[in-house]
């Protein structure tokens, strides 16, 4: 519980931090006052694509995401959902754009979101955002694991 309390604490901090950037910009003298690079911005820490695609099955990613040359659990023709196939993801964004992804599905939504049925009726996201649900690692791993992805051939990944 107190993972979760923390990890809510340090989101919230980061996403008002950034709102309150992009409203007021901040001189490089103020931020320096602070002992802040006015170069600085977030650095997701380094995630492990084997633990991240654990956390792909614990949180059952896989049943709105397709993973061609992966294998998971089958999911019931009832129990799917509709996301994005992710195996080409390697080289496309960095680990930061898909962690943003995962604990904000608002912040980016593709054009051909809608047409794709990746989004309702509201134009929001139909994914879930896991900030209640993953730490900071889990979402650095996870993200890791996507980011990793280049269509790989069955069994090329650790945890098969």
């Known amino acids: 519980m107190h993972r979760i309390i923390a990890l809510a604490g340090v989101l919230i901090a980061f ?15 103020e931020m320096g006052a602070h002992g802040m690079s006015s170069h ?7 995630g492990d694509p084997a633990e991240g695609r654990k956390i792909f099955v614990e949180v059952e990613c896989y049943k709105c ?3 061609k040359g992966e294998k998971f659990p089958a999911v019931a023709e009832g129990e799917k959902g509709v996301g994005p196939e992710l195996s080409q993801m390697a080289g496309m964004h960095p680990p930061e ?7 904000n599905p608002n912040a980016v939504i593709d054009a051909d979101a809608k047409k794709l049925g990746y989004v309702g009726e509201d134009g929001k996201s139909k994914m879930p955002d896991y900030n209640s649900v993953l730490t900071v690692k889990q979402v650095a791993d996870l993200a890791s694991y996507i980011a990793s992805l280049k269509g790989l051939k069955p069994n090329e990944h650790t945890g098969h």
């Open 15 to 29: 996403f008002a931090c950034s709102k309150e950037r992009k409203e007021k910009e901040v001189s490089h003298q």
């Open 40 to 46: 600085w911005k977030f650095t997701l820490p380094k």
């Open 65 to 67: 995401h397709e993973v």
């Open 97 to 103: 754009f898909f962690a943003e992804s995962i604990i």
